[in-house]
């Protein structure tokens, strides 16, 4: 088991989620430096995922806004600044999807340092004063907000219900963003907690606009050649160098990686070496972007073959050991677990851990696997789906 040095300790070495979405409650009492989930489909994995990144960004409207978009989670539409936006129903990240007299709590699992957000009706003073510097603000709606608490510290994030007769419509804008700031300026919230930095992929592979952002942050470090060694993992050897070429570099949009490879006179698309590669150079760019942070992956295995995973979860281990990283992931698959359960095995001084997440009757738990019981327990087949 690793040592946490004061500088390299996790973020959490543990974790509660009670509220939030899907999850009424549940409670792991150990992650590690690399924990990987398993269980169920539509057993809730993704959402554990998705309330690490809120934690992570300390319940800030743009991270929460983020959690809403990207399960298309609108109440409505609404005019805002002369131009369409589409509301979001904030309801959605309450358990049952009805915020009222229910708290989210995200965190370790001792409460003094949780995550909490609440939904709460703001006073007459404070609708007075957004509608007093805010002259967009919509005064025929009923003005409500989250409050976001954590470690003494509280932010108030306002939204209005749409008037469509649902108590539970409303969204955020920019309007709204506005009005979150004056109030906490004016109605004595105090500033925001500084928040962890958590990148996040998907099952998908990632887009050639997001892969040339986060290679402008390790061009020319060696964070770059681990990239490249990463693509090595399924191209092999003749991997040289890669690159981002476009014609907006400032932009990055249209750009696109490109590799060379040894012996071949012209460099090739990264994506023509199929989507394993893809996947192996987005995990690789995506925990250099997280140093001293989070990395979330939803459905690991995606895009990587099973003769891959053991080399796969070395790599994930060791890189986020040397960044101090905190990786949480999910998997349908037996052979990501094996993989992954024999890299932590071999890679005793680095903390790996395995869990298998169920739920029965709207109920949820982990069960969790010690360290010495993971390689045993995935080799006599953990049920993954």
């Known amino acids: 088991m690793t040592q946490e040095t004061p500088g390299n300790r996790l973020h959490l070495p543990t974790l509660a989620i009670a509220g939030f979405r899907g999850i009424r409650e549940l409670s792991i009492s150990r992650l590690g430096r690399v924990t990987l989930l398993t269980g169920d489909n539509g057993v809730g994995k993704t959402t554990v995922l998705e309330a690490v990144r809120a934690f992570a960004a300390r319940g800030r409207h743009s991270a929460l806004s983020s959690l809403l978009r990207d399960r298309d989670e609108y109440a409505a539409d609404a005019e805002d600044d002369d131009a369409k936006v589409r509301a979001l129903d904030v309801a959605a990240l309450f358990f049952g999807r009805n915020p009222s007299n229910k708290r989210i709590a995200i965190g370790p699992v001792a409460i003094a340092h949780q995550l909490m957000i609440e939904e709460v009706a703001l006073t007459d003073e404070q609708f007075s004063l957004i509608e007093g510097l805010i002259p967009e603000f919509p005064s025929d709606g009923a003005i409500q907000a989250l409050v976001c608490r954590f470690e003494g510290t509280k932010q108030i994030l306002p939204f209005f219900s749409m008037d469509d007769g649902s108590p539970a419509s409303g969204g955020y804008s920019r309007v709204q963003a506005h009005a979150a700031r004056v109030l906490s300026r004016d109605m004595g919230a105090d500033k925001s907690p500084p928040e962890i930095r958590c990148r996040s992929l998907g099952p998908g592979v990632l887009s050639n606009e997001q892969m ?174």
């Not at 023509?272 to 690789?284: E, I, K, P, Q, T």
């Not at 992931?329 to 890679?347: K, L, N, W």
Request: hydrophobic share 45%; aromatic share 6%; glycine share 8%.
């Open 212 to 385: 040339a952002r986060w290679w402008a942050a390790v061009a020319l470090t060696p964070s770059e050649d681990a990239a490249v060694n990463a693509l090595r993992l399924v191209a092999g050897d003749g991997v040289h160098r890669a690159a981002v070429v476009g014609e907006q570099p400032h932009h990055r949009r249209g750009n696109r990686v490109i590799v060379s490879l040894r012996g071949d006179p012209a460099p090739v698309p990264l994506k023509s070496l199929g989507d394993g590669a893809v996947r192996l150079f987005g995990v690789a760019l995506a925990l250099a972007n997280s140093r001293d942070g989070f990395l979330v992956i939803d459905e690991a295995e995606n895009g990587i073959h099973h003769s891959l995973q053991e080399r796969f979860w070395r790599m994930v281990l060791e890189t986020a050991e040397a960044n101090n990283v905190q990786v949480l992931a999910t998997t349908h698959s037996r052979d990501c677990v094996e993989g992954f359960a024999r890299a932590a095995t071999e890679c005793q001084h680095i903390e790996g851990a395995l869990a298998r997440i169920n739920r029965r009757n709207g109920e949820m738990w982990a069960v969790e696997y010690p360290e010495k019981d993971m390689l045993v327990a995935a080799e006599q087949g953990i049920e993954v789906r």
